[in-house]
């Protein structure tokens, strides 16, 4: 298994700010990926984090909206930009090691509310 | 279009009985299927992870079908209890490594 960590854990902001989601991982892990999840609906995926390179975004999703770092196998970062009420939701970071590599680890996610 | 559908009601069970949820798909072609656990304001937490080729997988008290002809899987719990309570995801895994999830079915297990 793995430990996931997420900052901040809930977040109330204006619109138009930004925020930027830490993810922290125990150990190294080959995959990351970053989730949404609005209230009532399935968990949406909206990127894979890769690790020295351009985050992979899945189609709706845009990397002027979310841009995604990930400097090491263990950290990455998502950031919510230019927000609107329409982004508040909950987003989970997920990791998938290299041995059972199906198998994905979810953080606790961060509520975020956008007034 | 793609989509991954679970019943929106709550199943709500008495316990010791057996909670069965389903998953149905359209416009997918899994590799394998994987369900998770849902707690409020927490992450999924991984259950059972079934593939193509296998017709039905178990943990302990929990069993998973999965019928690549009807695009449909069954998730059960047997002689359920109330810590069994939770939404139930349905998740595909459709390439990469990335998850597809159902919307989630609600399971409340009354004493």
């Known amino acids: 298994s793995a430990v996931i960590s997420q900052k901040p854990s809930r977040d109330i902001c204006q619109r138009g700010t930004s925020l930027t989601i830490q993810c922290q991982v125990d150990?190294?892990?080959?995959?990351m990926f970053w989730y949404r999840q609005q209230p009532g609906q399935s968990l949406t995926l909206i990127a894979t984090a890769n690790q020295g390179s351009e985050a992979t975004y899945e189609s709706g999703f845009v990397i002027d909206k979310f841009p995604i770092s990930r400097p090491n196998l263990t950290f990455s970062t998502l950031t919510v930009s230019n927000m609107s009420p329409e982004d508040s939701s909950i987003y989970l970071c997920s990791v998938g090691r290299r041995e059972g590599r199906e198998t994905q680890y979810f953080g606790p996610g961060t509520r975020l509310l956008v007034l | 279009s793609q989509k991954i559908e679970q019943n929106s009601e709550a199943l709500n069970i008495q316990e010791g009985k057996t909670a069965t949820l389903t998953c149905n798909y359209t416009?997918?072609?899994?590799?394998?299927l994987q369900w998770y656990r849902q707690d409020p304001g927490r992450g999924p937490v991984f259950l059972l992870l079934i593939r193509e080729n296998e017709k039905e997988k178990r943990k302990e008290r929990l069993k998973v079908t999965f019928d690549t002809t009807l695009k449909q899987s069954l998730f059960h719990i047997t002689a359920s209890q109330p810590a069994d309570s939770a939404t139930y995801l349905c998740?595909?895994?459709?390439?990469?490594?990335?998850?597809?999830f159902g919307k989630g079915n609600q399971v409340v297990v009354i004493p």
């Open positions: 416009n997918y072609s899994p590799a394998y």
């Open positions: 150990s190294q892990v080959t995959m």
């Open positions: 998740a595909l895994v459709i390439g990469n490594n990335r998850l597809a």
